[in-house]
């Protein structure tokens, strides 16, 4: 089945800058699914997944918030929270008249996809949450997120060096996870220091108590053998959610080598929210 895409832009607005975000709709239709890149990772790393679920039906975006792929890439760690990711996908959701959807992400794109669930749970339909960065994985995230973050404030020639070698390759040339790779290194000093900034110095997820608040339909999708995303936190998180149902990939590479059954878990979960009846918003 052919399904159409389109890409998209919109406009945010932080303490009097306007900051343009980046989108593509896959599909169409009232049931609404939007898809979170992992940190630094540009939104094309969900294109398989965003076709197979329009397939099926649902309408589907993938957004690069601030700091990713094609949006703009503004040195403000405020921009770069969680928390303000979160309100970029209420933006989003506002812009294409979504009411409601599932929000779904990777590594920190799950725990902003919680935020989204907390910060308006009468907007989110259900969750997808594959490898969420809590407790477990907080060691191993500053080992590997401080020293760049040293090396963007204090040596910034050789982020720009990378970014200067990896922008001219045509990623057409290249298989496609290569190209999600040089795509992820094509970066700007001053703006992977603000993100990791805020990635750091700012909370990364909601509270536990908040996270047990959270009662949509949800998929957890843990990663073993990941040192960066720990199963232990999926597993964590399975049991705080009140209807969460837990899948631990065989390998961190499953979902992109041999998507099938978690594509399958992810259809069947966005298909069940989208069944439920849905919450009156808030003000009616």
């Known amino acids: 089945m052919v399904v159409s895409e389109r890409i998209g832009q919109l406009f945010v ?9 980046e989108y593509t709709e896959y599909g169409a239709g009232p049931a609404w699914v939007v898809l979170l890149p992992a940190p630094l990772v540009p939104r094309r790393m969900h294109q398989r997944l965003a076709r197979t679920l329009a397939e099926q039906g649902l309408h589907v ?5 601030l700091g990713h792929g094609r949006s703009d890439r503004p040195a403000d760690p405020q921009v770069h929270a969680t928390s303000a990711w979160a309100r970029q996908v209420l933006a989003l959701l506002d812009h294409v008249g979504a009411d409601q ?15 989204v669930a907390v910060l308006a749970p009468q907007r989110v339909r ?10 477990s994985s907080l060691e191993a995230g500053m080992l590997s997120a401080g020293p760049l973050l040293l090396v963007a404030r204090h ?30 290194l094509d970066q700007r000093s001053d703006a992977v220091a ?20 959270i009662t949509v339909p949800a998929l957890v999708v843990g990663h073993r053998g990941d040192l960066l995303h ?16 837990l899948l631990l990939a065989r390998t961190p590479w499953e979902w992109r080598a041999r998507p ?15 069944q439920r009846p849905a919450r009156r918003r808030a003000g009616g």
């Open 126 to 135: 259900g969750l997808v949450l594959e490898a969420p960065v809590l407790h």
């Open 13 to 21: 607005e932080h303490d009097g800058s306007r900051d343009r975000l």
């Open 194 to 213: 603000a993100m990791l900034h805020g990635l750091l110095f700012g909370a990364l997820a909601p509270s536990p108590a908040q996270r047990r608040a």
């Open 101 to 115: 959807a599932v929000v779904g992400g990777t590594s920190v794109g799950a725990n902003v996809a919680l935020e």
């Open 260 to 274: 099938h059954r978690l594509d399958e878990a992810t259809v069947a979960l966005a298909m069940r929210a989208w």
């Open 61 to 65: 975006l993938t957004l690069d918030p």
């Open 155 to 184: 040596l910034p020639w050789a982020v720009d060096g990378v970014r200067r070698l990896t922008r001219p390759v045509p990623r057409g040339l290249v298989p496609f996870w290569a190209g999600i790779g040089l795509d992820a």
């Open 230 to 245: 720990r199963a232990a936190d999926a597993e964590m998180l399975a049991k705080e959610l009140g209807d969460a149902r």
